[in-house]
């Protein structure tokens, strides 16, 4: 079981689950929105994920013509995980809310072609210039933690 909780810690949650694959993102939106170099997203069985404490306030986004809804703190704005109707059962936790986020690491980073120029990345963890599929990632993931 991992806790995570919101900037604010007005939202605790529990993911008690295994993770299907983890990844860094730098694309632009994904800067955009993280007001960062790159966002982490770890998929996961939104069975897994219990409300401990708080309101997640949830607004629906346009991700590249797929409605996404961000589930967030209603308080500071944080986001705690995305879903989407599209893909039904699962859920982009964002792993920097964890409270002990030392158990886990990306398996690949995505859109590295917009990455910022400054960033390095390690050679040994995957790199695609674009989107791939996420299933190639859960690969990835299963094969490193034979899961």
Excluded at 26 to 48: E, P, R, W
Excluded at 76 to 89: H, I, M, N, R, V
Aim: aromatic share 10%.
């Amino acid at each position: 079981m991992h806790l995570g909780s919101c900037e604010c810690h007005a939202v605790q949650y529990q993911f008690s689950g295994d993770p299907l694959t983890c990844y860094a993102c730098h694309c632009t939106d994904c800067q955009t929105s993280s007001g960062s170099a790159f966002s982490l997203s770890m998929i996961v069985n939104d069975k897994h994920i219990e409300l401990r404490k708080g309101k997640v306030a949830i607004n629906v986004i346009d991700m590249n013509g797929v409605n996404v809804n961000k589930h967030h703190c209603s308080d500071c704005g944080s986001a705690l995980w995305f879903s989407a109707d599209e893909y039904p059962g699962m859920a982009a936790l964002k792993p920097g809310t964890f409270d002990d986020t030392s158990w886990f690491e990306p398996i690949a980073h995505l859109w590295v072609r917009s990455k910022q120029s400054w960033l390095v990345l390690e050679a040994t963890v995957r790199q695609y210039d674009t989107q791939v599929e996420i299933s190639e990632l859960v690969g990835l993931w299963a094969e490193k933690y034979a899961v």
